[in-house]
């Protein structure tokens, strides 16, 4: 005779008619846990307040400076810095950062070139989105609409991060106006729940946690994670990412836009670049294995490109060594590693 499926509850409740005592028992067991973490819950509303959220303007108060500037691009109030004079690099930083994560490569630079940088969505001072497009596709627009406006017809193009997904992006749909690409620990990759970086780690409670109750210590201890010694994270970029990442309505801004982020082909895109690149990697990135740097180099089939690789640097390792960047970034956009460069064919 075939059995008939049996639905958990039923289950529960034949069990629940033979065993009365153990099932009344796992039940209150039960009841005491819940009870149990919903007080710990209170207490720790109690004990622990959450800090409080930051408005716009209170952040444009204390990390906007004499060099910031607004423009509206599709409705959206865009911060951005356009400094120095000379060829044009245009920079696209990391998630959980933003244009001011560069200030000490940047300073270097605009000795020699203008250097513009602009806060992405979720990012920095740059406003909401009126239509709630939240994704990489929209930041890649930002970049065009702003260059168009500032009149720069081609640049030099630096990305890190998830800022690479917006760089290489960029770079293939409008090979035209790119001089030269510069990749540094670039996202973009294909990811399974066990590589992707933004996974999400811990139990339930400690995720709520450290949401709720994110302090200036769990955010260095995030962040060290990315530093390799001796280098630490520097206070100010502490400061900096903790404020930040408490924003008003960032919460919600930010699950908009990893819930529309899609991986795609990158292959495919990569192959459409057709600018010299440099791609730059940590040797100890904790966050992105070191041999992506050399899947970007074989899928950018149609661009002369070398990978560099840094011993003892890691995920941020601009801001780890932010004068040996600006160096090797002057290096790359004079031509100076020119030689290096080689042309890599691989099927599509």
């Known amino acids: 005779m075939q059995r008939s499926k049996t639905s958990p509850v039923n289950r529960f409740g034949s069990l629940a008619t033979l065993f009365p005592s153990q099932a ?84 270097d630079l605009t000795k020699k070139y203008r250097v513009i940088r602009l806060d992405f969505l979720t990012a920095g001072l740059t406003g909401r989105e009126p239509n709630d497009r939240y994704s990489f596709d929209r930041n890649v627009e930002l970049v065009d609409e702003l260059t168009q406006k500032l009149g720069v017809q081609q640049f030099a193009l630096v990305g890190t991060s998830s800022g690479g997904i917006v760089a290489f992006n960029y770079a293939s749909r409008f090979p035209e106006k790119i001089s030269r690409l510069i990749l540094i620990n670039s996202a973009g990759m294909p990811r399974n729940a066990l590589t992707d970086p933004n996974r999400l780690r811990g139990n339930w409670l400690t995720r709520w946690w450290a949401k709720r109750y994110q302090t200036r210590d769990t955010v260095r201890d995030t962040l060290d994670i990315n530093f390799i010694e001796p280098h630490e994270p520097p206070e100010w970029l502490v400061n900096m990412t903790f404020d930040m990442n408490r924003r008003q309505g960032l919460e919600e801004e ?43 180099s074989s899928w950018l089939s149609n661009a002369p490109n070398f990978v560099k690789k840094y011993p003892g640097l890691g995920h941020y390792a601009y801001i780890e060594e932010p004068a040996q960047f600006a160096s090797d970034i002057d290096d790359f956009l004079s031509g100076r590693m020119d030689e290096h460069l080689m042309q890599r064919k691989c099927g599509i």
């Open 254 to 296: 930010g699950a908009l836009l990893f819930a529309n982020f899609r991986t795609g082909d990158p292959q495919q895109v990569l192959s459409k670049v057709q600018a010299p690149t440099l791609v730059a990697w940590g040797l100890d990135n904790q966050t992105v294995f070191h041999l992506e740097a050399d899947v970007f």
């Open 24 to 107: 009344a028992f796992a039940t209150k067991e039960l009841l005491l846990a819940i009870t149990g973490l919903c007080a710990l819950a209170l207490a720790a509303a109690l004990l622990y307040p959450q800090p409080p959220k930051l408005s716009m303007d209170e952040l444009e108060a204390m990390y906007g400076t004499p060099n910031s500037r607004f423009m509206e691009l599709g409705g959206v109030r865009t911060h951005y810095m356009d400094e120095g004079s000379g060829p044009v690099i245009v920079i696209a930083h990391a998630s959980f950062m933003n244009l001011r994560s560069w200030d000490a490569v940047v300073d």
